[in-house]
């Protein structure tokens, strides 16, 4: 399926460009480790996967650097309940959420690095939108990401988060460009591929399937779809 008249492109971060290195429960398991309790990465990547399935975070309309910080502590919290006590968690979350700033915990997902090199040269106006905090500015600079794009749009600082539709509005007004002339590729079916076919724009969905979204298995596809 070929992708006409768009002039840039937008990615989700985590999950679609960049990962987790080696994996959310190990580096829980090594911060935790360090605070004197004994976990496995297996049970720990368990328990997050089974607590950010069922957690909401903030309003997509009302978030900020200290909603983010809010949920990411009680995600956490609740990944370590009848692990951790109370007291050992609070010392430990600030190490748990400073790690994640490190670029070194992070690694490029398999083609994003060629993906945006082969679009920037084809001139299209590359840009990141993502539901992050101001963490991400310095993974993205480590990994050499933030070179390859023209900006980085966090949900944070933004104030609105995917899917409402005012991220990829505020977006389209910075870009110069109008939602038809736009393509956002993610992973998530409701923040990325609906919020974006809501605002207008056309999208690509990574591993999955929405109406009116461009189902793709790898980012390397991406360059093909664009006619």
């Not at 399935?53 to 309940?81: G, I, Q």
């Not at 600030?94 to 001139?123: D, H, M, V, Y």
């Amino acid at each position: 399926m070929a992708l006409h008249g768009i002039r840039g492109i937008t990615f989700d971060a985590g999950g679609t460009l960049i990962a987790p290195n080696p994996g959310v429960g190990a580096i829980y398991a090594e911060v935790a480790a360090k605070n004197g309790i004994t976990a496995t990465p297996a049970e720990l990547d368990a328990r997050f996967r089974s607590v950010f399935k069922r957690m909401r975070p903030a309003p997509a309309d009302a978030v900020s650097e200290a909603t983010e910080r809010e949920f990411w502590s009680r995600l956490a919290h609740e990944v370590f309940a009848g692990i951790a006590s109370d007291g050992v968690f609070e010392g430990m979350f600030p190490q748990l959420w400073n790690t994640f700033a490190e670029p070194g915990r992070w690694q490029p997902r398999p083609g994003a690095i060629e993906t945006l090199s082969k679009l920037r040269t084809r001139g299209f106006h590359l840009a990141i939108i993502s539901n992050f905090d101001s963490r991400l500015h310095a993974v993205l600079a480590g990994l050499g990401i933030t070179a390859m794009v023209d900006r980085v749009f966090l949900s944070a600082e933004v104030g609105v988060a995917k899917p409402d539709p005012g991220i990829f509005d505020h977006a389209a007004r910075t870009l110069g460009l109008e939602p038809c002339q736009l393509l956002h590729v993610g992973d998530n079916v409701i923040a990325d591929a609906a919020g974006a076919v809501n605002a207008g724009w056309s999208a690509a969905l990574l591993g999955g399937q929405y109406p009116d979204a461009v189902p793709i298995t790898e980012l390397s596809e991406v360059p093909a779809l664009l006619g």
